[in-house]
Structures are given as structure tokens and as C-alpha cells.
């Protein structure tokens, strides 16, 4: 990719979410902010290559938006009915002390009033900046699906008048799990990109995800799953530095240079779980997978692990999330105590739910590797290959195939 198009990509990840909350909230319509800044990208893709990247391309994309989006409302002769219905909805005094577009705009897709899948997909296309297309590989299903998901929660959001704004404190905690669950896919998307066309680690995503949850946390100190989740990320974070290599391939956990880990990342993530461990309270699901990672982040290898503590937290994980990926994810542990062949036996009971889902194959692919079936692993690798997006993975899938030969 030319300079040109690298800074039009940077400039897409880093302001797309914050000239769609500016002028969502200047007009008060999700459909306008996200057409405007939708025309003021695609006029730099005209622009730029022939007159040069402007010296601050946020400003010049957040100006051109504002007059696309103006442009817009005078043609059609409605500005001022629009503005009109816009007023009732939009509060320009919020009632929290914090001020945040990205929250506000978060807090008005995860309104009650949608959908619960739908809030997460409109949040996540709105706030985040994902397409489409990965934001349906986070659910696993079809663009098509996802797309018209969108298009429903942004009538229902116009329909229903729902406000732009952070809820009143005793609305929080029945709006907070939607938000989570946005925060936690969007956070995952930055760590291990689905998309072939971004860098497989975005940092971007992961920042800003992380900074959200700490408002939330602000809001919201004594929930639990908010600080399990802030938690989660940290730890997460930490190891994001040994995450892929520099030949640009993933690194496996096993394979990391621990070294690399951010310190001061984990002694916080630590002391979070700590704090929630220490509080009494059962934990929900944020709550253990940080302490999941916790236990990963606290080994000085992969040998010391301890491999008994984690498949006890996934048990207790299991219970309240019995969804296949968590037990996926749970074969890993088993497969460390009770050895490849017994989590073989798990992963294969899963390949209904999970046969287009590329770790599924990956994981598959390693237990076979180490039962010393190198014709199925290299099968099961294929299609791992075949089904992943993100470029580093992928290298990394092909390195471990190509040495079954």
C-alpha cells in the first residue's frame, strides 16, 4: 500500500468513531452522521492521492463531514424540522459528570429498546468503526444477516427517538451488560483482527476499548463484571508486545517471549482480580476469565502453568457461559492434564457448532500434530488456513503445516 493509502487507512481505524459521535451529536441522526463521514472518507480516497495527505487529516475529514452532512439536510429542505425532532432527544447535559462522545453514542446503541444481538452489531459499527463483514465473523453468521441487523437498529433508534446520551444512574446497571459485550468484541477485533485488509493487531481497538471501560468503571466502581472485564483486557494487553513476530507471524502463547510482557499491565490486572476475589461476591464471566489470565500472566513459562487452576476456573465458567467456544477453550487446559487424546474426544463432540469457526481447526489441528497424526493434522490445518482472516495467524498456520512435511 502507498503512503497515501497507509494514511487514509490510519485515518479511517483512529476517526471514523469520533466524526460519527460529532456529528451525531451536532444533528441528532445516526443516519446522517454515518453517511457523512461514510462520503468524507470516500472524497480522501479522490482527494488526497492527487493533492497530498493534509497535515491534520482528522480535522479535514471531521469538516468535510460536517459539510457533506449539512449539504445533505439543505437539499432536502428539512433542516429545520430536523433539528426540531432532533432537540427532545438529544441531551447536552448529561447526567454524569463524565463527558465522553464514544460513551454517550455507546450507551444510545445499547438501548433496551433494540434488540439485544443488535445493539452489540450497531455499537460495534458505529462506535468501533468495524465493517460488516467482521463484525459477522464475531457472531458467525452471514454478512447479510448482520447487515440487516444494522439497518433495523437504526430505524428502531430514529423510530423510538431513544437519547443520545449516558442513562441516569439507576438505569446503568440494566444497560451496562449490552455495553460490556461491545467493548469486550471490539477489544477482541483490535487484538486479533478478523479482517485480511487491517493489521493483525490493531492497538487502536485495544486502546480504546480499554479507555471506555475505565469510564465505565468510573460509572459503575462496585460492578463486578466491569472490573473483571477492565481486568481482562489489561492482562491482554500486556502480552500484546510478544503477540507476532518479525517475520510477522502469530506467536502462540507457548511460543512468546515473556520478557516482553508489560509489567506495570499485569501488576494492575492482578490487583483488579485480587480486589474482586477478595469482595466475596460469585463471579460472572469477565471476572473469570481475567482470573483465567491471571494465572497465565503469573507462570514464568509455559511448563509452570498451573494447568489445574485454569480448567477449574473454566468448570466454573462453563456453568453460567455453556457456549461452545468456552469449551473449546477448555479442551486446551484438558489436553494439558489429561493429555491430547482425551481433549481430541471433547473438540470433536464440537464440530457441529463450530465447524466454520477457524479455531476450531487450529486447536484440532495441534492435538492431532501431537498425537502423531500428520496427514489429519495437515487437513485440519487447511482448513483453519482457509477459513482465518488475519494475515500473522495465518503465517503462522502454514509454518506448523508445512512442517508436518
Known amino acids: 500500500m502507498n503512503d497515501v493509502g497507509e494514511a487514509i487507512t490510519r485515518a479511517h481505524r483512529e476517526e471514523w468513531a469520533r466524526v460519527v459521535a460529532g456529528l451525531t451529536k451536532r444533528f441528532g441522526d445516526l443516519d446522517i452522521a454515518e453517511e457523512a463521514a461514510a462520503e468524507s472518507f470516500a472524497t480522501a480516497v479522490e482527494r488526497w492521492p492527487a493533492d497530498g495527505v493534509p497535515p491534520n487529516p482528522g480535522a479535514w475529514l471531521t469538516t468535510t463531514a460536517t459539510r457533506k452532512a449539512i449539504d445533505r439536510i439543505r437539499r432536502e429542505n428539512k433542516r429545520d424540522d430536523k433539528q426540531r425532532e432532533a432537540q427532545p432527544v438529544y441531551d447536552s447535559t448529561p447526567p454524569h459528570h463524565i463527558e465522553d462522545d464514544r460513551l454517550r453514542l455507546i450507551f444510545t446503541c445499547c438501548h433496551p429498546a433494540l434488540a439485544a444481538e443488535s445493539r452489540v452489531a450497531l455499537t460495534l459499527r458505529m462506535v468501533g468503526g468495524l465493517t460488516v463483514p467482521e463484525i459477522a465473523r464475531a457472531f458467525l453468521v452471514p454478512e447479510t444477516t448482520m447487515g440487516q441487523r444494522i439497518t433495523r437498529a437504526k430505524a428502531k433508534i430514529k423510530a423510538a427517538r431513544i437519547p443520545y446520551r449516558v442513562p441516569a444512574a439507576e438505569d446503568l446497571p440494566a444497560r451496562v451488560s449490552g455495553v460490556l459485550t461491545v467493548l469486550f468484541l471490539a477489544f477482541n477485533e483490535g487484538y486479533l483482527a478478523t479482517g485480511p485488509d487491517t493489521d493483525p493487531v490493531r492497538q487502536d481497538l ?41 517475520a510477522g507471524e502469530l506467536v502462540a502463547l507457548d511460543e512468546q517471549d515473556r520478557a516482553l510482557w508489560d509489567a506495570a499491565l499485569i501488576a494492575e490486572g492482578h490487583r483488579l482480580v485480587r480486589e474482586r476475589m477478595a469482595s466475596g461476591v460469585a463471579p460472572g464471566r469477565y471476572q473469570i476469565l481475567a482470573a483465567i489470565n491471571a494465572v497465565h500472566t503469573s507462570a514464568r513459562d509455559m511448563r509452570s502453568t498451573d494447568w489445574s487452576q485454569i480448567l477449574a476456573l473454566y468448570d466454573q465458567l462453563v456453568r453460567i457461559d455453556p457456549s461452545p467456544i468456552v469449551a473449546l477453550n477448555r479442551a486446551i487446559a484438558v489436553a494439558e492434564l489429561d493429555g491430547p487424546e482425551v481433549a481430541l474426544s471433547v473438540v470433536d463432540q464440537l464440530v457441529d457448532r463450530l465447524a466454520g469457526y477457524h479455531p476450531f481447526h487450529a486447536t484440532r489441528a495441534d492435538l492431532l500434530r501431537r498425537l502423531g497424526r500428520p496427514e489429519d493434522a495437515r487437513a485440519a490445518y487447511a482448513r483453519a488456513i482457509e477459513l482465518a482472516g488475519n494475515t500473522a495467524e495465518t503465517a503462522a498456520l502454514s509454518r506448523r503445516r508445512d512442517e508436518l512435511e
Open 206 to 246: 485495544t486502546a480504546e476499548a480499554i479507555r471506555l471501560t475505565r469510564l465505565i468503571r468510573a460509572l459503575l466502581p462496585d460492578d463486578g463484571e466491569v472490573t473483571g472485564l477492565l481486568a481482562l483486557m489489561l492482562l491482554t494487553e500486556a502480552r500484546r508486545p510478544a503477540r507476532v513476530s518479525a
